[in-house]
C-alpha cells in the first residue's frame, strides 16, 4: 500500500511536472538547443512593446524582446535573436501593433531601406544619433491613438456638420436657387459672348491666313529678286561696284586733301583776304551810301529807272536789229 | 511601558501579537519534528491530490468547454474567432483552473480534514497522542498542510492542461476552427506568469483550505453534532479564503 501511494504521488507529480515545463516552453515557442544573440534596440518610446513581444524580420519570427528598460533620453530594448539568422548589415528596428487587438512586434527593417512615414524616419535618425553598437528604434501610432485622432476628426465632423445645418435655412435655399438661377444666366451669356468671340477670331484667322498668303508671295518676289541680284552679280558686277567705290572713296580722300590744302592756303593768305574783305567791306558801304556810280545806282530810283529804261530801249534795239538787219548795216562788196 | 502586566488583563492587540507569537512558535516546533510527519505525508498526498485528480479534472474539463462556448458566442461580430483560444487559455490559466480547483478540493479536502481530525478530538485520540508524546500538530496538521501546499498546484496543472484541451477540442469540433486558428489564440498573449500566477494561487489555496480544515477539526466539541458543524465551518472558511487570496495574489502580482 505504501509503495502504491509513492508511486501514484510520484506518478501525478511527474505528469504535472511535465504539463508544465512542457506547455510553458510550448506556448512561448522557445527554441530548446538553438543559441540566441542579444542585440538592442534604442527607442524614444516603446509603445505598447513589452518582454515577450516577437521579434519577426521580413515577416518571420527571428526572436523575442528579452527586456526594457529606461536609459538617459531613451528607452532600450534587448532582443534575443536567434543565431543565423541573416539579419541587414544596418538594421533598425520598428515597433508596432500588430493587430486591432494590441498585439506589438518589433519588426527588424534595413536601416538605408527608405521609409515612407516622415515620423519614422524622424525617430530612426534620432535614435541613431547618440551611436554606438545600439539599432536605432522607432515606433508606430498605437491603434488606441489613431482611434482617439479618429474620434476627434469625427468631433470637429459632426461641430461643422452641426453649423452647415444651422446656417441652411430656407433663406439659404432660396437664395441657392437665386444663385443658381443667375448663374445661369451668366452662363447663358457667356455663351453668346463666347460665339461672337468666335466668329470674330474666325475672321480674325481668315485674315492672317490671307496675309500669310501675302507674306508667301513678297518672300517669292523677294526670292526671285534675290536671284536676279545673284544672277546680276555672278559676273563680278557687285566686284566692280566695290572697286568703283574704294575708287569714288579714294577720289574723296583725295579731294578731301585738296580741301585740306585750299583751307591751309586760305589760312595763309588770310591777311591778304582780310584786307580784300576790309575793302570790299568800303565798297560796299560806300555803295549802301550811295556814293560813287554803283551808290547812286543802288540808292537812286530814278537812275535805276533810267537805267531800266535804257536796258528795255536796248533790247527793242537790238531786236529790231535782229528783225531788220538792213536797216541798220549795208554791206556792198562791189 | 510594560504591554501587560500581572495585574491588568492584557488588551486586544497584545492579545493578538501573543497568539501570533505562539502560532509561530507551535508552527516551528510542528515543522521541526520531521520524524513525526515525514512518514504520513505521502500517504496525504495520495489521499488529499491524487484522489481528488478525478474531480478537479471533471470540473476543467467542462470549465473548458463552456469557455470555448461562450467566447464564441461572445465574439461573433468583430472580434475575430482565434481570440478564443486567448480567452480559453488566459481564463483557465489564471484564474477558473485554480480556483474552480480550489473550491471543489476545498469541499471534498477541506470537509475530509476537517472531519477526520473533529472526529479524532470528540473521541479524545488527540489527547491520547498528546499522552503517547505526540505533536498533534506535527503528526495531524504538517502532513496535511504540506500535502495541500504541494498538491494543489499539481492538480492545478493538470486541470489546467486538461481544460484547455477540452476548450481546443471543442472550438475544432462545435466553432469551425481550425486547430492553427486556435493556437495562434492560445500563443498571442501568453506570458510565463500566467503559468506560475497560477500555480502560485494553487498552493496559498492549498495551504488555506487544509489549515481551515485542521484548525476546524482540532476546535471541534459537542459530538458528532460539533464535528458535523465544523465540517461545514471548515469548507465555508476554505472557500473564503480561497476567493480572499484570489483577490490579494490579483493585486499583488498583477
Same mark, same amino acid.
Given at each position: 500500500m505504501k509503495r502504491g501511494n509513492e508511486f501514484l504521488v510520484g506518478l501525478v507529480l511527474l505528469l504535472a511536472i511535465a504539463a508544465v515545463v512542457g506547455g510553458a516552453l510550448w506556448l512561448s515557442e522557445a527554441n530548446i538547443g538553438k543559441r540566441e544573440t542579444v542585440h538592442v534596440a534604442r527607442f524614444r518610446t516603446v509603445g505598447g512593446l513589452t518582454p515577450g513581444a516577437p521579434v519577426t524580420y521580413r515577416g518571420?519570427?527571428?526572436?523575442?524582446?528579452? &527586456?526594457?528598460?529606461?536609459?538617459?533620453?531613451?528607452?532600450?530594448?534587448?532582443?534575443?535573436?536567434?543565431?543565423?539568422?541573416?539579419?541587414? @548589415?544596418?538594421?533598425?528596428?520598428?515597433?508596432? +501593433?500588430?493587430?486591432?487587438? #494590441?498585439?506589438?512586434?518589433?519588426?527588424?527593417?534595413?536601416?538605408?531601406?527608405?521609409?515612407?512615414?516622415?515620423?519614422?524616419?524622424?525617430?530612426?535618425?534620432?535614435?541613431?544619433?547618440?551611436?554606438?553598437?545600439?539599432?536605432?528604434? &522607432?515606433?508606430?501610432?498605437?491603434?488606441?491613438?489613431?482611434?482617439?485622432?479618429?474620434?476627434?476628426?469625427?468631433?470637429?465632423?459632426?461641430?461643422?456638420?452641426?453649423?452647415?445645418?444651422?446656417?441652411?435655412?430656407?433663406?439659404?435655399?432660396?437664395?441657392?436657387?437665386?444663385?443658381?438661377?443667375?448663374?445661369?444666366?451668366?452662363?447663358?451669356?457667356?455663351?453668346?459672348?463666347?460665339?461672337?468671340?468666335?466668329?470674330?477670331?474666325?475672321?480674325?484667322?481668315?485674315?492672317?491666313?490671307?496675309?500669310?498668303?501675302?507674306?508667301?508671295?513678297?518672300?517669292?518676289?523677294?526670292?526671285?529678286?534675290?536671284?536676279?541680284?545673284?544672277? @546680276?552679280?555672278?559676273? #563680278?558686277?557687285?566686284?566692280?561696284?566695290?572697286?568703283?567705290?574704294?575708287? #569714288? +572713296?579714294?577720289?574723296?580722300?583725295?579731294?578731301?586733301?585738296?580741301?585740306?590744302?585750299?583751307?591751309?592756303?586760305?589760312?595763309?593768305?588770310?591777311? +591778304?583776304?582780310?584786307?580784300?574783305?576790309?575793302?570790299?567791306?568800303?565798297?560796299?558801304?560806300?555803295?549802301?551810301? #550811295?556814293?560813287?556810280?554803283?551808290?547812286?545806282?543802288?540808292?537812286?530810283?530814278?537812275?535805276?529807272?533810267? @537805267?531800266?529804261?535804257?536796258?528795255?530801249?536796248?533790247?527793242?534795239?537790238?531786236?529790231?536789229?535782229?528783225?531788220?538787219?538792213r536797216k541798220y548795216f549795208k554791206f556792198s562788196v562791189f | 511601558m510594560p504591554i501587560f502586566t500581572t495585574a491588568v488583563e492584557p488588551g486586544l492587540p497584545a492579545r493578538v501579537v501573543t497568539r501570533v507569537g505562539r502560532s509561530a512558535v507551535t508552527a516551528a516546533r510542528a515543522l521541526a519534528d520531521v520524524r513525526t510527519w515525514l512518514p504520513h505525508l505521502v500517504p496525504q498526498m495520495r489521499r488529499l491530490g491524487v484522489d481528488s485528480v478525478p474531480i478537479a479534472l471533471f470540473i476543467a474539463t467542462f470549465t473548458g468547454i463552456v469557455l470555448a462556448l461562450l467566447s464564441k458566442y461572445i465574439f461573433t461580430g468583430a472580434v475575430p474567432l482565434y481570440f478564443v483560444g486567448a480567452l480559453v487559455g488566459k481564463t483557465i490559466m489564471m484564474e477558473l483552473g485554480p480556483v474552480l480547483t480550489g473550491l471543489a478540493l476545498a469541499g471534498r479536502v477541506g470537509a475530509n480534514i476537517a472531519a477526520e481530525v473533529g472526529t479524532m478530538r470528540v473521541t479524545e485520540q488527540v489527547d491520547a497522542l498528546e499522552t503517547l508524546a505526540y505533536n498533534p500538530n506535527s503528526y495531524l496538521v504538517v502532513p496535511r498542510v504540506l500535502a495541500g501546499v504541494l498538491m494543489f498546484p499539481v492538480i492545478t496543472a493538470l486541470a489546467i492542461l486538461l481544460g484547455v484541451v477540452a476548450g481546443w477540442i471543442t472550438a475544432v469540433n462545435l466553432l469551425d476552427l481550425s486547430t492553427l486558428e486556435f493556437v495562434k489564440g492560445l500563443k498571442l498573449f501568453y506570458k510565463f506568469k500566467d503559468i506560475w500566477f497560477g500555480l502560485i494561487k494553487a498552493a496559498s489555496f492549498g495551504a488555506a483550505v487544509t489549515l481551515a480544515g485542521c484548525l476546524m477539526g482540532l476546535r471541534t466539541s459537542g459530538g458528532a453534532e460539533g464535528v458535523g458543524r465544523n465540517t461545514t465551518r471548515a469548507v465555508v472558511l476554505g472557500c473564503e479564503a480561497i476567493l480572499v487570496l484570489d483577490a490579494f495574489w490579483a493585486l499583488v502580482l498583477l
Open positions: 518571420v519570427r527571428v526572436g523575442r524582446v528579452e &527586456a526594457i528598460r529606461l536609459a538617459d533620453l531613451f528607452v532600450e530594448a534587448d532582443l534575443k535573436i536567434y543565431t543565423g539568422v541573416d539579419l541587414p @548589415a544596418r538594421p533598425a528596428v520598428i515597433a508596432a +501593433s500588430q493587430s486591432l487587438f #494590441g498585439e506589438w512586434a518589433a519588426t527588424i527593417v534595413p536601416r538605408d531601406q527608405p521609409q515612407d512615414d516622415p515620423n519614422v524616419r524622424l525617430m530612426l535618425d534620432e535614435t541613431a544619433r547618440p551611436g554606438g553598437d545600439r539599432w536605432p528604434g &522607432a515606433t508606430l501610432p498605437d491603434v488606441g491613438q489613431l482611434t482617439a485622432q479618429a474620434g476627434r476628426i469625427a468631433t470637429d465632423i459632426a461641430a461643422v456638420a452641426a453649423r452647415v445645418q444651422s446656417t441652411f435655412d430656407s433663406s439659404a435655399v432660396t437664395e441657392l436657387r437665386q444663385s443658381i438661377k443667375d448663374f445661369g444666366a451668366i452662363t447663358n451669356q457667356l455663351v453668346r459672348f463666347t460665339q461672337s468671340q468666335t466668329s470674330r477670331l474666325n475672321q480674325v484667322t481668315g485674315n492672317v491666313e490671307r496675309t500669310s498668303e501675302a507674306v508667301l508671295g513678297a518672300s517669292q518676289h523677294l526670292d526671285a529678286t534675290l536671284a536676279r541680284v545673284d544672277s @546680276a552679280t555672278a559676273g #563680278g558686277q557687285l566686284q566692280a561696284i566695290l572697286d568703283n567705290a574704294a575708287a #569714288g +572713296s579714294g577720289d574723296l580722300r583725295q579731294a578731301s586733301a585738296d580741301l585740306r590744302d585750299i583751307l591751309s592756303k586760305v589760312r595763309a593768305e588770310d591777311q +591778304s583776304i582780310v584786307r580784300s574783305l576790309i575793302a570790299v567791306d568800303s565798297v560796299l558801304t560806300g555803295i549802301q551810301a #550811295g556814293q560813287g556810280t554803283l551808290g547812286l545806282l543802288a540808292k537812286n530810283p530814278a537812275l535805276h529807272n533810267e @537805267a531800266v529804261e535804257t536796258m528795255q530801249e536796248m533790247r527793242r534795239l537790238i531786236a529790231d536789229i535782229q528783225a531788220n538787219p | -
